[in-house]
């Protein structure tokens, strides 16, 4: 069964930092694509990075350039989400999702059940 | 910046059928977009029930099916359930970004 588990969210004053974490099990990670999705309370769905099955390729949203570094160790099955410089507007649920195979395109099919950041003072 | 935009809320009888769309602000959706489409219910995760235009996942019932129709990309709802009421977002792919963009969301009601 697969299984994607995010951890890591926490309260954080603004100009703080937070790594988030996705543990997967139940498929071979390193034969897929993976992604992070954020979703402020409320409000919709935004697409935020994603990383090759290697790790040799990443993409990220241009609203969040520069802050947020998204990384994986394969020999421990996980991603990860490094987010600084904290800002208010970065407050939201946290999801991982898999990519249905190893290329930029393939499609979402998995994914967690998120992890909440709230930046707050 | 890309905006891809969907119907703010449409509301469909029990049995009936809906279609919801998915527009990008930079012209018409082609396959070369790889639209998807998620459901979403209060409280929970996401759900992936389509993805390149048209393809279901073993789990998307058979009433759910989506299509290119008129340059925007389609989910339609056949025979819905009350269990279809949710948040529905579509993903397309833009190449040149390169970079994946959500939709504004539909919200079904069903009544």
């Known amino acids: 069964e697969v299984q994607l588990v995010e951890s890591g969210g926490a309260v954080v004053q603004p100009g703080g930092s937070l790594r988030l974490s996705c543990a997967a099990s139940g498929f071979t990670f390193d034969d897929y694509t993976m992604h992070w999705v954020r979703q402020a309370p409320g409000k919709g769905l935004q697409w935020v990075s994603l990383i090759s099955w290697d790790g040799s390729i990443t993409y990220y949203a241009d609203s969040i350039k520069g802050r947020f570094t998204i990384s994986r160790d394969n020999s421990k099955n996980s991603l990860y989400l490094q987010i600084n410089s904290l800002r208010t507007e970065d407050t939201a649920f946290y999801y991982c999702a898999k990519g249905t195979g190893g290329l930029i395109t393939s499609p979402f099919d998995y994914w967690g059940q998120g992890t909440l950041v709230t930046v707050s003072s | ?111």
């Open chain 2, 1 to 111: 910046q890309t905006v891809v935009t969907q119907e703010p809320s449409l509301t469909v009888s029990p049995g009936g059928t809906v279609t919801l769309t998915c527009a990008s602000s930079t012209g018409a959706v082609t396959s070369g977009f790889y639209p998807s489409w998620f459901q979403q219910k209060p409280g929970q995760a996401p759900r992936s029930l389509i993805y390149s235009a048209s393809n279901k996942h073993s789990w998307t019932p058979a009433r759910f099916s989506g299509s290119l129709l008129g340059g925007k990309a389609a989910l339609t709802l056949s025979g819905v359930q009350p269990e279809d009421e949710a948040e529905y977002y579509c993903l397309l792919y833009y190449n040149g970004a390169p970079s994946y963009v959500f939709g504004t969301g539909t919200k079904v009601t069903v009544l």
